[in-house]
């Protein structure tokens, strides 16, 4: 933990509205720029005018908060904001305060003003006496802090960090055109870490296929297996592949061909397969399964917001082996992706499902149609054309397969 000793300074009154970009980071990466809409953007310079109604608080809103290691936007803005994806707002607190985004980091306080039947959120205490030119002046101090600290992420980004490099959805034709592990040495049956294996790009029955190797082709590929079929709850559609990861491969030698003399002592043509080293194993690989290119690395932020458009959609798997139910920190997917305007960042309400059942009191015993009630929000972290994954991040009962979302 390294000693960090602050200089005597003069620092403009800090509040907490454009530190909410810092909690956006994510990794190592926190430097990076984030992403702010121009509406987002009008919205926090309209409340950092005058702050938020005092109704739009949290109930039980804090009169102070000392951020610490393991915080997330989303929580801080649990604690303030009826709404925690309503980040513009808690931005939008202190819209004047803190200059430089990257500089909110553990132990700092955050204090809650009413006044007038608005709140404002600073990093100065309510009644600090500023100077003429409104500086407040700090005393020298000493503070431990991890470097891993300095960024606080949006949402638990441990709980999506294996969706980024793993999930995949593909579809139909680039799964049959994907190359496959067609062999391996000495017959073995299961291959892992360090293991040798042969692969092929070009094969009869998938048309388009391009042999390994070829130029302007990656070395390092993902492979997969199991793709299973994503179908829309509602009509049965398949929507995409949702590709199962075990691994990674890389390329040492390219697909060819040789001539070799027959049986009948005529020269005739064979295949050489190319070959790949195993260099990662999350599950032992065997022939059959694929191989797909290795994605640039993402390094995205989470802007948790409404959608702008109208959403409403289902749940279409429960990501894991198996699991039928979600409950908080699981990961959904849902069938609603880019061509219908979901974004990284966008918020959902999970609804119950309508119920019926029968009038006890009367004795003619009706059919009751139960509206189907809020149970819940999720956050959409990575798109895909047609489906989604999305991080529940509140539930009240288990959500499902087939439970309807909605904007929240």
Do not use: C
């Not at 009169?63 to 936007?73: A, E, P």
């Not at 039947?117 to 101090?141: M, Q």
Request: glycine share 8%.
């Amino acid at each position: 933990m390294p000693l960090n000793r602050r200089p005597s300074v003069s620092l403009r009154p800090l509040a907490f509205a454009t530190a909410a970009l810092a909690l956006l980071a994510t990794g190592n990466s926190w430097s990076q720029n984030f992403p702010i809409t121009p509406g987002q953007r009008s919205t926090a310079q309209q409340v950092a005018q005058a702050g938020v109604p005092i109704s739009e608080l949290a109930p039980n809103a804090p009169d102070q908060y000392t951020i610490k290691r393991g915080d997330t936007l989303w929580a801080i803005s649990s604690l303030f904001l009826k709404s925690p994806w309503r980040w513009p707002e808690l931005w939008g607190m202190n819209l004047e305060s803190i200059r430089n985004p990257h500089l909110i980091y553990p132990g700092q306080i955050l204090y809650l003003i009413r006044n007038n039947g608005r709140a404002t959120l600073s990093t100065v205490p309510p009644g600090a006496v500023a100077d003429s030119s409104g500086t407040i002046k700090v005393s020298p101090r000493t503070r431990y802090s991890s470097l891993a600290e300095s960024a606080i992420p949006p949402v638990d980004l441990q709980a999506i960090e294996a969706f980024l490099t793993e999930a995949l959805i593909v579809d139909e034709a680039t799964l049959s055109r994907a190359p496959r592990i067609v062999a391996t040495p000495e017959n073995r049956v299961l291959l892992t870490k360090g293991d040798r294996a042969y692969a092929r790009g070009q094969y009869s029955g998938a048309p388009g296929g391009v042999p390994l190797g070829s130029a302007g082709q990656p070395s390092d590929f993902r492979v997969f297996r199991n793709a299973v079929p994503l179908k829309d709850p509602s009509t049965g559609a398949v929507l995409g592949y949702e590709a199962q990861y075990v691994g990674k491969a890389q390329l040492q030698r390219g697909e060819g061909q040789t001539t070799v003399q027959g049986a009948d002592g005529k020269a005739q043509t064979e295949i050489v397969p190319a070959t790949i080293d195993i260099v990662a194993a999350k599950e032992e690989m065997r022939i059959g399964d694929r191989l797909l290119p290795e994605p640039p690395r993402d390094f995205s932020s989470y802007v948790p917001s409404a959608p702008v458009n109208a959403q409403t959609g289902q749940i279409v798997s429960v990501y894991g082996n198996g699991v039928t139910y979600a409950g908080q920190n699981q990961v959904v997917t849902i069938n609603r992706g880019t061509a219908h305007g979901l974004q990284r960042g966008h918020v959902l309400a999970l609804l119950r499902d309508s119920n019926r059942v029968a009038d006890k009191t009367d004795a003619a015993r009706p059919m009751l149609s139960l509206p189907g009630e809020r149970n819940g929000l999720m956050m959409v972290f990575r798109t895909f054309d047609q489906v989604s994954y999305a991080l529940v991040l509140q539930v009240a009962d288990a959500a499902k397969v087939g439970d309807r979302f909605v904007n929240p």
